[in-house]
């Protein structure tokens, strides 16, 4: 659904922009969308590691060295971006 969302962004700013009455307190600020692009950007990894892993092809071995993958990633993130 975020990927969506932010392929979409025009669409949802001109539907919000339409029905600004209604959505007023509900409309995405440029502050959100860069929040948005960079949940996208940390989850990325974790959809790879995901399809990785899947399937009778997933061994242990794959299992480690995901996970090794994943933990490096996150604290990195820790270190370079703003927490949640």
Not at 14 to 29: G, I, M, P, R, V
Not at 40 to 61: H, R
């Amino acid at each position: 659904m975020l990927l969506i969302a932010i392929a979409l962004r025009a669409a949802i700013e001109k539907y919000c922009q339409n029905h600004e009455s209604d959505l007023e307190e509900d409309e995405l600020t440029p502050e959100d969308w860069r929040w948005l692009h960079t949940i996208k950007e940390f989850l990325e990894p974790f959809n790879w590691a995901t399809l990785y892993t899947e399937g009778d092809s997933a061994a242990i071995d794959r299992v480690l060295f995901t996970m090794d993958i994943l933990i490096k990633h996150f604290q990195i993130s820790l270190v370079s971006r703003t927490p949640f």
